[in-house]
């Protein structure tokens, strides 16, 4: 088992930044990939970006590259997502997910074994 715990959301206007942080417990979080996935009012939950467990490799959804980066520090047990040039469409709750699972398939909410309860960013205009 692995228990998943976001912080970091809260409200920011258009153009800035927040950094959600996700602590993980449990099993041993270095053998996990990494994902943070997000849902609107409304919307389907989708992919925003996903790091395997060296941290060698990321993946993002194009909505949110060159604007958002992922990183993870095994040594804390703990991924980061980095928001920077916040739109009003980023408004979701954000979610951590921890999978078993390699490469491109991280991208699919399926791959996913562990979910956090999510926290809320809300990006005002």
């Known amino acids: 088992q692995v228990q998943l715990v976001e912080s970091g959301g809260g409200l920011v206007q258009a153009g800035g930044s927040l950094r959600l942080s996700c602590a993980a417990s449990?099993?041993?979080?270095?053998?996990?990939?990494m994902g943070w996935f997000r849902q609107a009012s409304g919307k389907e939950r989708e992919f925003v970006a996903a790091?395997?467990?060296?941290?060698?490799?990321?993946y993002y959804a194009d909505s949110v590259k060159g604007r958002f980066t992922i990183s993870r520090d095994n040594a804390k047990n703990t991924v980061y997502l980095q928001m920077n040039s916040l739109k009003p469409e980023d408004t979701a709750v954000y979610y951590c997910?921890?999978?078993?699972?390699?490469?491109?398939?991280?991208?699919?909410?399926?791959?996913?074994?562990?979910w956090g309860q999510g926290t809320q960013v809300t990006v005002s205009s």
């Open positions: 997910a921890a999978a078993s699972s390699e490469g491109y398939v991280l991208r699919r909410n399926v791959a996913y074994e562990y």
């Open positions: 449990g099993r041993s979080f270095s053998s996990y990939a």
């Open positions: 790091i395997n467990w060296s941290g060698v490799n990321t």
